[in-house]
């Protein structure tokens, strides 16, 4: 793996890492809704299974997809993992590029991925950019 890409899974990995330990316990002004669901000024961090997104990814990042995944359905790891599918880096940009998946975490795109998302039509949110 180049030093780059490394270094951006190395800092998402990070990102969400902190993002989940912020959003796995409800505030201590705010309740709990009495469901598991955490509240925080009123925005509900949950989400049932029906409305889950389909989630995609490097091997490397299943842990944090079934961490994800477990803080905000609102159950363990272990009853997450039945709804965390991963592939690798490379098929998880072509399925989301093919609208197979809804969010991948993944490490920069290469060469190869952006041409297929240029034929594809998908610009935008880092897909014409490395």
């Given at each position: 793996?180049?030093?780059?890409?490394?270094r951006y899974?190395?800092?998402?990995?990070?990102?969400?890492?902190?993002?989940?330990?912020?959003?796995?316990?409800?505030?201590?002004?705010?309740e709990?809704?009495?469901?598991g669901?955490?509240?925080?000024?009123?925005?509900?961090?949950?989400l049932?299974?029906e409305?889950?997104?389909?989630?995609d990814?490097s091997?490397?990042?299943?842990?944090?997809?079934?961490?994800?995944?477990?803080?905000v359905?609102?159950?363990?790891?272990?009853?997450?993992?039945?709804?965390?599918l991963?592939n690798?880096?490379?098929?998880?940009?072509?399925?989301?590029?093919?609208k197979?998946?809804?969010?991948?975490?993944?490490?920069?795109?290469?060469?190869e991925?952006?041409?297929?998302?240029?034929q594809?039509?998908?610009?935008?949110?880092?897909?014409?950019?490395q």
């Amino acid at each position: 793996m180049k030093g780059k890409k490394k270094r951006y899974l190395i800092i998402s990995v990070l990102l969400m890492g902190s993002m989940l330990a912020g959003c796995s316990q409800p505030a201590s002004s705010d309740e709990a809704a009495g469901d598991g669901t955490a509240k925080t000024d009123g925005i509900s961090l949950h989400l049932a299974v029906e409305t889950y997104p389909k989630v995609d990814g490097s091997t490397a990042t299943i842990p944090l997809s079934e961490a994800f995944g477990a803080a905000v359905m609102g159950m363990s790891v272990e009853e997450a993992r039945q709804y965390i599918l991963h592939n690798t880096t490379h098929n998880a940009y072509l399925n989301l590029i093919d609208k197979k998946a809804d969010i991948i975490f993944v490490t920069s795109p290469s060469e190869e991925e952006l041409a297929y998302a240029k034929q594809n039509g998908v610009t935008g949110s880092g897909a014409d950019r490395q």
